[in-house]
């Protein structure tokens, strides 16, 4: 039986909600002003509570505070970058470029997170025929961590142009550990609840009806 | 500029997000009542408000209504159990995949969700050197609806024994469509604030300050 009493959610929790998926956004221009103290490591802690296959909990958070450190992924994703913009048109793909580039220099913090592909917890439940399910539970603490900040008025972006294994060279992490995302957060210059690519006339989102078939 | 006014997020809402989030369960035991009509097509709404790797909105959605391909899904998932369970301690696996089972059974919605590997949408933008963040899209998509859902009172249990190629036979979808997960929808038996296994004794959580290192 439960130890305490479930809680009751209104609609108006449900609104709020709402409002929060509608103005998460993928941030790219940061406040140079620190986080308050101990928030991201309060955020992590929230992050802990996401649900994980066989409750294996195989994330791992690096936060990333060294100089040289932060400078060597500045470079990776300048290298990767550089490959990516080739495919892409090259005005949007450069503005793009700058707007993350400026992520990676202006957020006060930055946080690597990892899969641990060698931890025991969980005893392999739930994912011997999709093992990736164990990537999957951290990209969900990945986003458990991002509406969390954005409830305390912190913005987060995803890096994603980067190379995995150069990451956790860089980062000097156990060999098991799988990279999974780079995270910059901090204060955001603007709230806005249109994505940036969006703004930027790069895409537009689609209509929900599209995404929906019955079998 | 933005058009709305940007949310402020207070304690007390922070506090109700960390509720839900402590409240959210991997649901095995479902009531057989039909959800309220219309509440899974909302639910879909809101996860498609979710970030996605250069806005592509890879998430596809099927709702599976039909009784034959319902069946269909419960024998792959006795089968791929099968080879599972003979790499555990049988009595807790068996205790597992019987609740497992429970929910395929009992669930009034079972909803499978792909990610489009092969659309247009997001001009390749931000996943050239990491492919799999087109599946995190997805991964962080039905987190959103695993929310939302339990923000309305629906639990959500996540299937991940299940061979992806057979399931997307199954469901007829087009090949570019990548399986990430099957998920049964419903108002549960009961509402805990502990994870089915660890109450169960098969795994129990971590602290967090195990999950974090400073470089």
Known sequence: MPLASPPEFD?????RLLDLLKWRRDVR??????SPPGA???LISVAC???SVGLSEPWRFVLVEDAARRAAI??????CNADALQMQSPDRAALYARLKLAGLDDAPCQLAVFADHATAQGKGLGRLTMPETLDYSVVVAIHTLWLAARAEGLGV??????DPARIAAILDVPQDWTFIGHLCIGHPVQEDDTPA???????????RAGA???R
Not at 11 to 15: H, I, Q, S
Not at 197 to 207: F, N, S, V
């Open 40 to 42: 991201i490591e309060r």
């Open 11 to 15: 609609a108006a929790f449900r609104e």
């Open 212 to 214: 929906v078939i019955y």
């Open 197 to 207: 690519l969006e703004r930027e006339g790069w895409e537009h989102r689609h209509a």
């Open 74 to 79: 500045r470079t990776c994703f300048e290298d």
């Open 29 to 34: 221009r940061f406040q140079r002003t620190p």
């Open 49 to 51: 509570l996401s649900p």
């Open 157 to 162: 972006g995803w890096v994603s142009i980067l």
